[in-house]
């Protein structure tokens, strides 16, 4: 089983519609999550961290379920500049701050 | 002003070639990191080093060698090229070694071993 998993899609959703990718992950001892977007050819980007409770950074929102060891993150509104790739990011104890990668999420919108 | 920059963008060579890549981060911080990325697009770790030593090395091959001549820099030579090697290897700097702290990627070196 992979340490991080993702459904790779594509997702493919038209403008202003609200999408959400799951995200699970193997180690129950995982001690940081984060989102990544990476658009093509490109670098990955830090889009969000994600805390206990729960956070929103406006359009976007982030979830974590310790119990069930996934992480969820929700696009509402979508625009045409959200198509790229979502990566879950898990830190896992004990390799300190290196990050362990999901194989990504790829969202399209489309007009 | 780019705050990590890699060179060379782009990397075609023959296998059994040595080849290295470089990476360079005017942001200041004092942990670097490279990650490959195979044709799958799965980011895997390969090194990190705080402050010129190395505190992560993911089980890659001895062929790989990272070099960090100081802690604005760190160098990915590699000997011996296969064709596995083909990926795009991208580095990344953080402040510290602190969890929570946003890692600052390159734009990625694509390597293509023929």
């Known amino acids: 089983r992979k340490e991080v998993e993702q459904d790779p899609g594509p997702f493919n959703v038209p403008e202003g519609a609200t999408v959400a990718f799951n995200c699970t992950y193997s180690?129950?001892?995982?001690?940081?999550f984060f989102w990544y977007r990476q658009d093509c050819r490109k670098e990955p980007k830090l889009l969000m961290s994600?805390?206990?409770s729960g956070n929103e950074d406006g359009r976007f929102t982030a979830q974590l379920n310790r119990a069930s060891q996934y992480i969820s993150l929700l696009i509402r509104d979508s625009k045409l500049s959200d198509s790229a790739t979502y990566l879950c990011?898990?830190?896992?104890?004990?390799?300190?701050?290196?990050?362990?990668f999901g194989g990504g999420t790829r969202l399209m919108v489309k007009p | 002003d780019t705050a990590v920059s890699q060179t060379p963008k782009y990397l075609v060579t023959q296998m059994g070639n040595d080849k290295s890549i470089k990476c360079e981060q005017n942001?200041?911080?004092?942990?670097m990191y490279w990650y490959k990325q195979d044709s799958k697009k799965f980011l895997k770790i390969m090194f990190s080093?705080?402050?010129?030593?190395?505190?992560i090395n993911e089980t890659v091959p001895n062929r790989f060698s990272p070099k960090s001549p100081d802690k604005a820099h760190l160098n990915l030579h590699i000997n011996s090229l296969e064709l596995g090697d083909s990926a795009v290897y991208f580095c990344?700097?953080?402040?510290?070694?602190?969890?929570?702290?946003?890692?600052?990627f390159g734009p990625g070196t694509r390597l293509l071993v023929l």
């Open positions: 990344a700097s953080t402040r510290g070694t602190d969890t929570q702290e946003t890692q600052y």
């Open positions: 180690n129950s001892a995982s001690q940081s």
């Open positions: 994600v805390y206990s």
């Open positions: 990011v898990v830190i896992l104890p004990p390799k300190g701050n290196m990050l362990t």
């Open positions: 942001l200041g911080h004092d942990t």
């Open positions: 080093y705080n402050n010129k030593e190395l505190i």
